[in-house]
């Protein structure tokens, strides 16, 4: 049987100009994909895997860089 896997995100955002965050998800990010956190979207330049799972539980860091501020339609979306 395959358990579906959760995932603390640490975000580090390149270049200093946001402290980044942590968030759990359900899905493994992607490079070129957009995440929004804090009222803007970035893009995910890397994804590293800091240990592997312990259970269904995987923890993972993620460098990006900041796209834009989010839209009212982006924050109505996510």
């Known amino acids: 049987m395959n358990e579906e896997v959760f ?10 100009e946001h402290p980044g ?3 759990n ?3 493994m ?8 956190f804090d009222g803007r979207i970035f893009e ?7 240990m592997p799972p312990v259970g269904n539980f995987g923890f993972l860091h993620a460098t990006c860089r900041y796209v834009r501020d989010a839209t009212s339609e982006d924050m109505a979306n996510s």
């Open 7 to 16: 995932y603390k995100v640490s975000y580090v955002v390149a270049g200093g």
């Open 29 to 36: 990010p992607d490079v070129g994909e957009q995440v929004m």
């Open 25 to 27: 998800i359900d899905k």
């Open 21 to 23: 965050a942590i968030i």
């Open 44 to 50: 995910i330049l890397e994804v590293m895997e800091l």
